[in-house]
């Protein structure tokens, strides 16, 4: 945690001396001067940088936490009839060394018959219930969306969901009068249950080293590509398919479900100014501000380092306590490989919708358990390695659009008037 605190204050005072640079190197018109840009993309570089280290360093204190904590609830005991309460069969120490048995190749009668409450109609079979619980940490590692969306897990193929679209109005009246009616309205959205899928290969070396965590490096592979897969399709992904044969169906991302609304455009491909943020930030409805956050691209989050408030204050201020996000307007600021990113040419980035605002708990991403495991014996055999196919269902979408806000580029160039 020392050593969190002192990159904290170091990138801090990274940054302060960052500001002062810009200050003493722009012009009269209040330009940062050409010789100067280079210099200080440097300085706000290293700060970012460090600002990764940090999170970085903050994610492993998590995980260690994590992993010295118990990593499956005891079978209880009812000590009146000596007999197991409900337990799931996949949580059952025995399910998990029968699991394992089997993907080191150990194919015994006896493993079998052990894993058969765990076989899915494909041939694979469901993964323990602590092995699904170091994949889902490894998926929020790695997706930066699961951290701030509401994830709900499901047994079935599809969730409805019902949304209040009118909550009614109260009105005036006289005494003795009618009171006038005024019923709440609804509406539904559904989340179903997109199959991803990913395959691996491993060394007999490795399965067969019976020092080597096989769970924790498959678990990790795994992870980091479905979370990749995932966040990618949570911002940008198209939805249900009108064609599954020639483009798969995947879930709904955030991107695809907003407009801009009017003034949440810049002047310029090039260029995001005070003025663009500010009205972005209250095209929101209060109530969504509370718990609202940026999202954007690096290439975005370099520029918004600065910009200025009309008070010649810096919008974006570091997190200088373990834990914090760095912020915008006092909101917490995200950036995603995912969010387009800012490339400097207009004709490329014209129409881009580059920055998120809102509450994020209202993209839903709907789990549908249980995540399976297939061990492919020959595919591989003539280089003496293992195959895995990992498969699991997942589905996301924006269930409240007015919860988010997006800016997007506007199609003019910047000028240095």
């Not at 025995?94 to 150990?106: H, P, S, T």
């Not at 789990?367 to 990992?390: M, P």
């Amino acid at each position: 945690m020392s050593k969190i605190i002192e990159l904290r204050n170091k990138r801090n005072t990274l940054w302060e001396q960052t500001k002062a640079f810009l200050e003493d190197h722009r012009d009269d018109n209040g330009l940062v001067e050409a010789s100067a840009v280079e210099q200080y993309n440097k300085m706000a570089a290293d700060v970012k940088a460090l600002g990764d280290e940090i999170q970085r360093l903050e994610d492993q204190m998590e995980m260690d936490a994590k992993l010295s904590a118990a990593t499956s609830a005891p079978v209880h005991t009812d000590p009146r009839v000596g007999q197991r309460k409900n337990t799931r069969a996949t949580a059952t120490e025995e399910y998990n060394k029968a699991f394992w048995d089997m993907m080191r190749g150990n194919t015994s009668l006896e493993v079998r018959d052990a894993l058969s409450v765990g076989v899915d109609q494909n041939g694979g079979f469901t993964v323990p219930d602590e092995f699904e619980r170091q994949l889902v940490q490894a998926l929020e590692e790695n997706n930066i969306f699961r951290s701030l969306a509401k994830t709900i897990r499901t047994n079935s193929g599809t969730r409805t969901i019902p949304i209040a679209t009118d909550s009614g109005s109260a009105s005036w009246i006289e005494e003795g009068a009618a009171i006038q009616e005024s019923d709440m309205s609804f509406s539904q959205e559904t989340l179903s249950a997109y199959k991803l899928g990913c395959m691996i290969k491993v060394s007999n070396e490795l399965l067969n080293d019976s020092a080597f965590d096989i769970a924790a490096h498959i678990a990790h592979r795994f992870g980091v590509r479905f979370g990749n897969a995932e966040e990618d399709a949570f911002i940008n992904g198209t939805g249900p398919s009108a064609n599954p044969q020639t483009t798969p169906s995947q879930p709904t991302g955030i991107l695809t479900s907003l407009t801009p609304t009017a003034g949440n455009t810049t002047a310029n491909a090039q260029t995001v100014h005070f003025d663009n943020i500010y009205k972005l930030y209250y095209s929101l409805k209060s109530p969504y501000r509370r718990n609202a956050s940026f999202l954007c691209n690096e290439t975005l989050l370099l520029q918004l380092m600065l910009i200025k408030d009309k008070n010649d204050n810096y919008i974006w201020k570091p997190g200088l306590e373990i834990g914090k996000p760095d912020t915008i307007l006092g909101r917490p600021i995200y950036t995603s490989g995912y969010m387009p990113a800012i490339t400097g040419t207009a004709t490329q980035d014209k129409g881009k919708k580059v920055l998120l605002f809102g509450d994020f708990s209202y993209y839903w991403i709907a789990d549908r358990q249980n995540r399976t495991l297939k061990r492919l014996n020959e595919l591989y055999a003539v280089t003496d390695q293992v195959g895995f196919i990992g498969t699991q269902r997942v589905d996301g979408k924006l269930i409240l659009p007015e919860a988010m806000q997006v800016m997007a580029l506007g199609s003019g160039t910047a000028t240095n008037g």
